[in-house]
Structures are given as structure tokens and as C-alpha cells.
């Protein structure tokens, strides 16, 4: 009785083990990877990868337009010509959303979600979703000028990405501005 009294415990301890590792793989799903992201953005010829550094005198727009601190002292991107690819992450409900944004003339040409962690909103990485973000441009206020449709129990990612396509464009703007000055 008791050997099988034990054996069923095991039996429900992997169990529940085995279940607990499907939650985890499940909830850090990637659609593409970063690089691959990049390549396509650039049609294969893929400039050299570049540092943008938020400085001091950029962290107040930074986190303005985040509507936080946002803890990234550093962002990785790739331009060639009037186009420019970002990788950017921000935590959703409670994990990080990692997101592409090709910026081509200072309007978005199109985004994709790179890697998704949350149990929930993942409806973002849909083409109808992402399709909403297209020729947005950035407005006063660090207001995108395209309205972007929710998603019924998204919220929280869909305010994730909208404000990091807010921040790939101001970025990208800053960096055209410096440009400029050279």
C-alpha cells in the first residue's frame, strides 16, 4: 500500500513538472529570430549594427514616451539610406516583448513581434494587428498619427507596443537629426 501510495505521488509530481515545463516553453514563443528580422528588413544586405545611447538629455523624452523608466541605457539598430531597423523590448503584463520596427522615410514600414514571453495577448503578433502600425508617423506629444485598435484582453502588450513604436520613431528621428548636424 505504501509503495503505492509513493508511486502515485512520483507519478503526479512529474506530472505536474512536466506541466509546469509546457507553460514555460509555451510562454516564450519566437516568431523570428532578431537577426533573421534584420536581414529581411534590408532585403539581405545588412548595414553594420549600430549603438543609439539614451543619454541624459534624451531620458526624460525616453521615459515620456515609454510612460516609465525605461531601464535601457542602450538600443541596438541598423540603417542604410532613409531606413532603419530597431529591436526593442518591453515587459507586457509581467515578461519582456521582443519587436521589430522598420522605419523607412520617418514612417513605419512594418513591425513584427520577434519573441513573445506573456500567457496571454499574444493575439499582437497577428498581421491584421501589426498592419494597424503602417506609414504611422510620430505626432506632437509623442503621439503616434495612426489610432491603433485594442485587443479584448491584450492591453497591456498592445500599450507595450504601441509605445515602442512611439519610441523606434523617435529614435530614428534623433538619429536623422543627428545626421544632419554632421
Known amino acids: 500500500m505504501k509503495r503505492a501510495m509513493t508511486k502515485m505521488r512520483m507519478t503526479i509530481a512529474c506530472c505536474f513538472v512536466l506541466a509546469l515545463f509546457a507553460v514555460l516553453v509555451i510562454a516564450d514563443e519566437v516568431y523570428q529570430k532578431p537577426a533573421d528580422f534584420v536581414s529581411e528588413a534590408f532585403a539581405g544586405e545588412v548595414p553594420e549594427r549600430q549603438t543609439f545611447w539614451i543619454t541624459r538629455r534624451l531620458r526624460p523624452q525616453v521615459d515620456k514616451i515609454m510612460k516609465h523608466r525605461y531601464p535601457v541605457l542602450k538600443v541596438k539598430y541598423w540603417k542604410k539610406g532613409e531606413r532603419s531597423a530597431w529591436i526593442l523590448e518591453e515587459i507586457g503584463k509581467v ?77 530614428h528621428g534623433q538619429v536623422v537629426e543627428a545626421e544632419r548636424e554632421e
Open 95 to 171: 515578461k519582456p516583448i521582443t519587436a521589430g520596427f522598420v522605419i523607412d522615410q520617418d514612417k513605419i514600414a512594418y513591425v513584427k513581434v520577434l519573441i513573445y514571453r506573456e500567457s496571454h495577448g499574444w493575439e499582437i503578433k497577428r498581421k491584421s494587428f501589426r498592419k494597424q502600425f503602417k506609414t504611422a508617423t510620430l505626432k506632437e506629444r509623442y503621439r503616434l498619427s495612426r489610432s491603433i485598435d485594442g485587443i479584448t484582453g491584450a492591453t497591456m502588450s498592445v500599450n507595450a507596443f504601441k509605445n515602442m513604436a512611439r519610441l523606434a520613431l523617435f529614435l
